[in-house]
């Protein structure tokens, strides 16, 4: 390696960790911003969390939700309104892709009739559309006037929606299958809402907490810079540091909301689909109409999170 290619190296990385460094500035200063916003009009934030990287990952059960969180009869007729949908819409090869995907040039109608699918090579459906949910709508400003209230102290607005289904499959894990985090700013958020019952055996969501205290380990975000995967050997450091590995299971319904950047991973199926909402959230300067809007919330085809959170403003301009 010559001396030149020697010194870019460390220069590259350090402006990848200066940057990273803006982003994470950015994001803080606009949550005061945004705090700001929310008291001046008027809106209280009893019990609101005074530093988000506290979140870790909390569990609320349907029949049992935390009083903190007041999500009733309401919710849970949402969520049988939005498993119903979402189990017939996975019915047909035209309202979800495949992952891995699928390369035949002509599909099916029914996803049941993928030869993929059939042999198990696929790990999960993904929805392709969402927005026009009502159901999804509804239910996303039932969990988010929450938030907004007893996690945030701000107006939040729903950055990315996943709709997926985990089959039953014969693949290794991979990618979020994988232990990771996230490594985005500490105000972004994850609501996980599962729409079908989950077993230890229908792909349940896991991460890392300590065994005594059972906090949620949480990593330092850098974004843009490095890996955000957990290799066996920083599993097991963590593993002998006394933490270990929940699974959440429970009754459709079941919501985790959780910090991010916690040590997490998606699990393959073995007897059994899974189907699940997931709602990535953050907070917004100004008070949407709606949570869900096409100007700032995206999906599995776009990128992971805005570099500037000032990205959306009141003054948008409605698409023609």
Known sequence: MSSATALRTPLRLWAQKARARGILTAYATHLRHARRRFRRDGRS??????????????????????????????????????????????????ECTMFPAVTAT???????????????ECISLQL???????ALQELAAEVVRELEAKIYAAYVIVDKVY?????????????????????????????MIYLTDVTDKTAPFEFLAAERSGKALSLAPSPLVGTSRLG?????????????????TGKAGTLILFDNNIAHRANVATEGHRDVLVLQVRPATFRPASPLD???????????????????SPRLKRPA
Do not use: C
């Not at 002509?106 to 198990?120: K, T, W």
């Not at 290794?172 to 985005?184: E, F, T």
């Not at 096409?294 to 959306?312: C, E, I, L, Q």
């Open 294 to 312: 096409r100007r700032w919330t995206g999906s599995f085809a776009h990128v992971d999170f805005s570099r500037n959170p000032y990205a959306y």
């Open 128 to 134: 392709k559309e969402y927005v026009e949910l009502t």
């Open 106 to 120: 002509a599909l099916p109608e029914r996803v049941q009739d993928v030869a993929e699918i059939r042999a198990g």
């Open 45 to 94: 934030a009893n019990g609101a969390l005074a530093r988000l990287s506290d979140l870790g990952a909390r569990v609320w059960a349907p029949g049992g939700l935390d009083n903190h969180f007041e999500l009733g009869p309401r919710y849970d007729a949402l969520v049988r309104r939005l498993a119903d949908d979402v189990s017939a819409r996975f019915e047909l090869t035209r």
């Open 163 to 191: 709709v997926y289904r985990n089959l039953v499959t014969r693949q290794a894990p991979q990618v979020s299958w994988l232990w990771h985090y996230d490594n985005h700013p500490n105000e972004i958020s994850k609501v």
């Open 232 to 248: 066996p050997a920083t599993l097991e450091r963590y593993m002998d540091l006394g933490f270990r590995s929940r699974r959440v």
